[in-house]
């Protein structure tokens, strides 16, 4: 059974960080893709960061390019999302997701995911 625990989320002041962690268990973690999207109220979900097996690819959206780093441990079973210069429009909960694949998507959905962690950003 897949299992995906977020944890990390926090109220933070406009151009602080935070680093999200996405804690696996429950599958072979190093055959699985991981992503990270995130939901502002009233808006869509929007895909954030992926990272694909072995951490050979990652990608970004073009609104957190630059400030955001996605890395994975795959002994430990972890992902973690590295959030710097965070702003206002940032805030939303943010869920990790995963899925057995070889390369990761930002577009669409995964099979499996977590059940989100609040971040805030906000003076």
């Known amino acids: 059974q897949v299992q995906l625990v977020e944890s990390g989320g926090n109220l933070v002041q406009p151009g602080g960080s935070l680093r999200l962690s996405c804690t696996a268990s429950?599958?072979?973690?190093?055959?699985?893709?991981i992503a990270w999207f995130r939901q502002a109220p009233g808006k869509e979900r929007e895909g954030v960061s992926c990272?694909?097996?072995?951490?050979?690819?990652?990608r970004y959206a073009d609104s957190v390019k630059g400030r955001f780093t996605i890395s994975r441990d795959n002994n430990k079973k972890i992902v973690h999302l590295q959030m710097d210069s965070l702003k206002p429009e940032d805030t939303a909960i943010y869920y990790c997701?995963?899925?057995?694949?070889?390369?990761?998507?930002?577009?669409?959905?995964?099979?499996?995911w977590g059940q989100g962690t609040q971040v805030t950003v906000s003076s």
């Open positions: 429950g599958f072979t973690f190093d055959d699985y893709v």
């Open positions: 990272i694909s097996r072995g951490d050979s690819d990652t």
């Open positions: 997701a995963a899925e057995n694949a070889q390369w990761c998507w930002l577009r669409g959905s995964y099979d499996n």
